[in-house]
């Protein structure tokens, strides 16, 4: 009855258990768009906010439990590898997310939240200056004299966060090109929407978004003709088939890479990889997202897409290159610089905050690809950790960065932080603790970061690059050093100058959009002022400063929690 | 014979991104990001059939999905700042720089 020359399909060993912070994040995610559904408009926000947050906690939270127990494995057919660099990959991303979505569900610094209560209402129309206004529609937050606030925000907010903490959560466990690209879309597209959804300055959030989403379309797009090609010189779209066939290929050493099929396949491939997590000359579209974004979305873009990028291209990495590394470490070492002199160069000259935050994760960027380039345990183990150090570090910052405000908005101008040591002198120290840690001062997470990235690279022979690293960090240390210059030692009274200033609309930020006004930068004579943190932000400060400190006494806390032996399961 | 599809694919790719780069509608940059997908699934439709399994027309149908998930969120982010600003030229839209 059946051709016994076709063999019978098998269907492939299905192991639920090990992915199952996976399913409850991406579980959790749809329920939570049936509660947009089914839930009323009034209880909607508590409810999405406490299933996202015990969702990624739940996560979290098994995740280390089965780190800790060893629970490894292959499966769906070989196309998604839960090992110990998916398990690490996952905790410090889980561990990460959940001051990220801390800082989204703040509703004390922006009453209403910090994202629009109508994405849909165009910039400047009735709707639009309605929600801001506090005639409560549909039953807004009340406001602290009991008075309707401004309408609430789109609670559609923490759906998208959760799909795209799942895709951040598959990316690094895909062992298939099909799975890869399936989970760097997962997690691409619901950050695209959520960067157009600030509730000030929609329209620079807005063209945010558009820069995001164009530019990432067209590199996923790149990206997948490098999938195609690696299949057409494969034959298979199996991680473990490709390494098998780039490794036993007659010709290693000398020929291999060569192919041209193999060469472009990978080169696409890797460019993908490289702008999702923002390095080198593939960095255009983060300084525009990072500013236009709403903060509390930076945060968790700077954190956690940083985290799924570079565990993936850890698994990619390892994986395909050990064979032709002769070709690709030159290669990789040029980006690597390129992205550290960019970021410190060009960052020097940023006059807004976000910004120069953003140069700082380009900078960033390319620090943590020398780890990557290791192409050892020691070299996968420094990047998890220098990630972890860096995100905790980042997510402060940005979450600061939510407090200093002018008028209703936010105040990024750095002129505009000039003397927030007098006024707040709690939060300028917690700063400078971060820029340190940026800079990688000793006693701090960032410079242990430093040290096993750049021991585990010169362990690689990539003794040059560490030089030019070196180099790198002492430049960004000015410009770290610059911020720190400007809220402890430049008196306040500029601030208000500068505010005349662009009130008589010459100054540099006085830039209005016909249509729109006031929708934009918000431009006002109002004194700069620091919002005292609600307990949400207060909890993210402190844990922030707290890791930063801890693991910068302490490493071999995290260090030994992050040990990413080797080989990776495919 | 096969190999000509490929050519086909890639001229095809070619044609879509340089639409991308030069191109100033944000609808029209992003129809050529779709040229670029379709591309892409010719040429792993033709390697399939070159290798002989399936793998490749599998990655076919989910680009295909993925590219129609891309469409919702993308036309919704464009046709938002298209109402705030009475334009959908990338262009205009240039108020982050430096």
Known sequence: MTDPSVPPIVAPSVDLVLVLPILVVLGAAVVGVLVEAFVGRSRRFAVQAALTLLTVAFAAVWTIVAAVGDRVGVTFAGSVSVDALTHVAWGVLLVLAVPAVLLVLDRTVEPGGAFVAAGSAPVGSAGDRRQNLGSGAGGGADGPDGAPGPAPMQTEVFPLILFAVGGMMIFPAASDLLTFFVALEVLSLPLYLLCGLARRRRLISQEAAVKYFLLGAFVSAILLYGIALLYGWAGSIRFADIAAKIAGDPGTGSGVGNDLLLLLGLALLVVGLLFKASVGPFHLWTPDVYQGAPTAVTAFMAACTKVAAFAAMLRVFLTFLPPVQDIWIPVLSVIAVVSMLIGSIIGVAQSDMKRVLAYSSIAHAGFILLGVMSLSERGASGTMFYLLSYGFATIGAFAITMLVRRGAGEATRLEEWSGLAKRSPVLAAVMTLFLLSFAGIPLTSGFIGKLTVFTAAVDAGLTPLVVIAMIATAITVAFYLRVVVVMYLTPTDRADRSADRSAGGSGPGSRTVSGAPGTLLETTTAPVSVVVPGPAIAIVLVVCALVTLLLGLAPSLGLDLLDVPLPLLS | ?98
């Open chain 2, 1 to 98: 014979m096969t190999t000509h599809w490929l050519v086909v694919s890639a001229l095809l790719f070619g044609v879509g991104a340089v639409g991308v780069l030069v191109r100033r509608n944000a609808i029209v940059v992003f129809m050529c990001v779709e040229l670029m997908l379709n591309a892409v699934n010719l040429s792993l439709v033709t390697f399939s059939r070159m290798h002989g399994n399936l793998d490749g027309v599998v990655v076919a149908f989910f680009v295909m999905v993925v590219a129609a998930a891309e469409v919702v969120v993308g036309l919704a982010i464009i046709m938002a700042i298209f109402r705030s600003r009475r334009s959908a030229s990338v262009d205009d839209a240039s108020l982050l720089k430096y």
